[in-house]
């Protein structure tokens, strides 16, 4: 019987820029993760970026499969006073569609409520980006509004969906 695939999130190291730099790089899904216009980013450049701290969030998760890096999970924008904070995540492209980003979500939102006593988080996610979508919906993640044609994505304007899940609502 095939053993499932432990998935566990634990923190950056030196040894995971590789894995880092793939993601922020990656050009084909670079409108999904950033609202910065689509460039390529160099080594480099994304070495300063790190340097000056741009790039930190309030909790940095690397997600683990069966002990690989598979991609990145992170809180940030917390809120101490409300008590909320966004969360963004993207898997290597090989790695995606396994069911990975769902649970390392999970584990994330759990970390969120449970170890930081935040009692909302949310996000936004391109209209378009459906496998993104129905994995936060899995998550108990559900549509709040939209910005509507707020983003020019590969040549047309998109919606950008809010997504939010309230400590009352998850079910950890
Ligand atoms: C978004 C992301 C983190 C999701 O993680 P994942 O591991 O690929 O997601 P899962 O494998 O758990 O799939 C989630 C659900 O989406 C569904 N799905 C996958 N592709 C889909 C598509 N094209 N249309 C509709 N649903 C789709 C899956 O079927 C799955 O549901 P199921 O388990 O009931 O079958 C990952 O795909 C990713 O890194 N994408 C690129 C970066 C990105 O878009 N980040 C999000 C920015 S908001």
Redesign the pocket.
């Known amino acids: 019987m095939l053993e499932e695939p432990i998935v566990t999130l634990r923190a950056v190291s030196d040894d995971d820029e590789d894995l880092l730099y793939r993601?922020a790089a990656?050009l084909d899904?670079w409108e999904?993760?950033s609202p910065a216009s689509p460039a390529p980013l160099s080594l480099a450049a994304y070495r300063a970026r790190r340097a000056r701290g741009e790039l930190d969030g309030d909790a940095d998760f690397i997600i683990s499969v069966d002990g690989r890096a598979v991609?990145r999970?992170t809180l940030f924008h917390e809120d101490r006073l409300a008590r909320h904070a966004e969360v963004?995540?993207?898997?290597?492209?090989d790695?995606?569609?396994?069911?990975?980003?769902?649970?390392?979500?999970r584990q994330a939102v759990e970390f969120g409520f449970g170890r930081r006593n935040l009692r909302r988080l949310y996000?936004?996610?391109?209209a378009s980006?459906?496998?993104?979508?129905?994995?936060?919906?899995?998550v108990g993640f559900v549509e709040e509004g939209r910005h509507r044609e707020h983003c020019w994505v590969r040549g047309r304007y998109e919606d950008e969906v809010a997504m939010g899940l309230l400590r009352s609502e998850w079910r950890g």
């Open positions: 993601i990656d899904t999904e993760r991609g999970c963004g995540i993207a898997l290597l492209p790695e995606r569609g396994r069911g990975y980003g769902t649970e390392g979500l996000l936004w996610v391109l980006n459906r496998a993104a979508i129905a994995s936060y919906g899995k």
